[in-house]
């Protein structure tokens, strides 16, 4: 099993910055990519960034130029800056990596962070 744990999630003015942590654990054998999704109320949950363990990169293109995404595959962990936020953004973040342990490869996800941009 793979445990995913977010951190960093909070409330803040639009035009702030954020930045979210994810730690993944357990019996992890390698992590393929890992990614940050977001689901606000109502709404699909949407890629906002993903990360694969050779360091390319891929961002939805709403956070282009605003959004980083980072890992430390020594550590099994991403991270995510989120600068210039917008109130629109308000939503869950999650952590998802597609992690292979001994008996099966599987995308694993985070229990998600409140990220919350007021105006």
């Known amino acids: 099993q793979v445990q995913l744990v977010e951190s960093g999630g909070g409330l803040l003015q639009a035009g702030g910055s954020l930045r979210l942590s994810c730690a993944a654990s357990g019996s992890i054998f390698s992590i393929n990519s890992m990614a940050w999704y977001r689901q606000a109320p109502g709404k699909q949950r949407d890629l906002v960034a993903s990360?694969?363990?050779?360091?390319?990169?891929n961002y939805a293109d709403s956070v282009k130029g605003r959004f980083t995404v980072s890992r430390d595959n020594a550590q099994n962990t991403v991270s995510l800056k989120l600068n210039s936020l917008k109130p629109e953004e308000t939503a869950v973040y999650y952590c998802?990596?597609?992690?292979?342990?001994?008996?099966?490869?599987?995308?694993?996800w985070g229990q998600g962070t409140q990220v919350t941009v007021s105006s």
């Open positions: 998802n990596a597609r992690a292979r342990t001994r008996t099966l490869t599987y995308n694993y």
């Open positions: 990360i694969t363990s050779g360091g390319d990169t």
